[in-house]
């Protein structure tokens, strides 16, 4: 019996997986698009998540600094919120607006014209993602979403040259493990484009 439920979680990751890849290929390469031309143009991705999807912004950044498959110089990427401390304290400030307001005090504060901002969430509702957005916006930065089906209130916040890439999909652990594909996807993508066709080693 638990073999069986074991072996049924592989399935329903393997399918949606399969049924992402015909949705989220275009999704994917405008992606790719904005962080190439903007990397390549002196910007940076700023990237965050809550909860698991924190973990995914920093996985991403690890990615891009160090490198994926290949060997290649560091990109500039910066994982916001991950920084406990400075968080506490910045988000005790009444400036700040408490915690809902810390991510997009960081983009504020750290954020150029040119910089693209990676936000990941299973759901793209969060208040503290949407100031996040907002703020990245005000400042002439890309947004590039990775979230759930619809796209949560995020979808609506997007301007022309964000890009959303929704999992079509609701439950929060099936989309987290597309997450990190679509991000492994990104990382390759960008490798492809910056040193040309090579087999990964």
């Not at 504020?108 to 993602?129: M, N, S």
């Not at 990190?180 to 066709?197: K, N, P, S």
Request: aromatic fraction near 2%; hydrophobic fraction near 50%.
């Amino acid at each position: 019996m638990l073999e069986q439920r074991i072996q049924q979680q592989f399935f329903e990751s393997a399918d949606l997986s399969y049924q992402s890849a015909e949705v989220l290929g275009r999704p994917i390469e405008d992606a790719v698009m904005a962080l190439v031309g903007g990397l390549t143009s002196g910007g940076r991705v700023l990237a965050a998540g809550l909860g698991a999807s924190a973990s995914l912004a920093q996985l991403v950044v690890t990615e891009l600094i160090g490198c994926f498959e290949r060997e290649r110089p560091g990109l500039a990427a910066l994982a916001l919120g991950t920084d406990g401390a400075a968080l506490s304290a910045l988000a005790a400030l009444p400036a700040a607006g408490g915690f809902d307001k810390v991510l997009a005090r960081q983009v504020e504060t750290l954020g150029q014209p040119g910089d693209l901002l990676l936000l990941i969430d299973c759901v793209g509702d969060h208040p503290a993602l949407l100031a996040a957005a907002a703020a990245a916006q005000g400042k002439d930065m890309t947004v590039i979403a990775l979230t759930g089906r619809t796209g949560g209130a995020l979808r609506a916040q997007l301007g022309e040259t964000d890009v959303l890439v929704a999992v079509p999909y609701d439950r929060r652990v099936r989309v987290l493990e597309v997450h990190l594909l679509v991000l492994h996807c990104l990382c390759d993508a960008i490798d492809l484009q910056l040193l040309g066709e090579q087999d990964p080693v």
